[in-house]
């Protein structure tokens, strides 16, 4: 069972996601059997930020002086799935996502579960640095994206 702790810093999230905890939740529910470690108890947090805040942690923990859409801070490096197991952080960044700001709530809604699902794979210890691990961190991402929207009528 995955638990996810929803925080938010940024105002504007209520704006698009009214009810963050849910959201974040039911698009876990659809993720793949695999990813839903039904016998064993994944926690991780997530936290709805903006432009400033990603700016100074990409700045502080990865030495770039820009913003990012999406920062993932694994606990571990080698992720070994326990009874109970704590995988890290995931912060994302409303600016970003809400660009354009004419675009539709589905839409918005789709940016933001291809980022949370982009994060988690990397709190999972999957990684772009090298090509051949980008193929197969695009390959388990679409993979669950797949599982996400075949359910994407209950998130909606």
């Not at 539709?104 to 789709?110: A, G, I, M, P, Q």
């Not at 990684?127 to 390959?139: C, F, G």
């Not at 669950?144 to 359910?151: A, G, Q």
Request: with cysteine.
């Amino acid at each position: 069972m995955i638990s996810v702790n929803v925080f938010s810093e940024e105002k504007a999230w209520s704006k698009r996601l009214k009810n963050k905890n849910l959201f974040f939740k039911k698009v876990c529910k659809a993720f793949p059997k695999k990813y839903r470690f039904s016998k064993k108890k994944v926690i991780f947090s997530v936290l709805l930020s903006n432009n400033k805040n990603l700016k100074r942690l990409n700045k502080n923990f990865r030495n770039k002086n820009k913003t990012t859409d999406i920062l993932s801070f694994p606990l571990n490096k080698k992720i070994k799935i326990k009874k109970e197991t704590y995988l890290g952080d995931i912060i994302i960044n409303y600016n970003l996502i809400d660009k354009p700001k004419s675009q539709d709530l589905k839409l918005f809604k789709k940016k933001v579960i291809k980022l949370f699902i982009h994060g988690f794979i990397h709190l999972l210890g999957f990684n772009h640095v090298k090509n051949k691990d980008y193929v197969k961190m695009l390959k388990e991402e679409n993979l669950i994206y797949k599982s996400v929207k075949s359910k994407i009528n209950q998130i909606e």
